[in-house]
């Protein structure tokens, strides 16, 4: 069982910058690929960005490509997603996610979320124009 926290969403403008962590519990982090996910009010959830388990491979959803990037400290059990740039359009809820790919090569990541295996209770980010 893997239990994830998030924290860092807020409120802010346009252009500017926020870092989301998202806390792990148990021995296992390492075994897990992590995921970042959005929702947007009347949308589903939609992929962000990804982490092989190892950290060495990372995958982006077109939207978000140069404007944020994902990494984990398997020291801390903890993923981050550091967004800049932001935009109205980044509003939504973030949830990060885990999947166990020990059975996958270590460079594995999937961007669908019903593969995913545990879930965090999401930080709502706020972007104002």
């Known amino acids: 069982q893997v239990q994830l926290v998030e924290s860092g969403g807020g409120l802010v403008q346009a252009g500017g910058s926020l870092r989301l962590s998202c806390a792990a519990s148990g021995r296992t982090f390492s075994s897990y690929a992590m995921g970042w996910f959005r929702q947007a009010p009347g949308k589903g959830r939609a992929f962000v960005a990804g982490i092989s388990r190892s950290g060495g491979n990372t995958l982006y959803a077109d939207s978000v ?9 398997n020291n801390k059990n903890t993923v ?5 740039s932001l935009e ?11 999947d166990r790919t020990t059975d996958d090569p270590p460079a594995w990541v999937r961007t669908v979320a019903a593969v995913y295996d545990y879930w965090g209770q ?3 980010v706020t972007v104002s124009s």
């Open 122 to 124: 999401g930080t709502q």
């Open 80 to 84: 981050y997603l550091q967004m800049n």
């Open 65 to 73: 490509k140069g404007r944020f990037t994902i990494s984990r400290d």
């Open 88 to 98: 109205p359009e980044d509003t939504a809820v973030y949830f990060c996610a885990a």
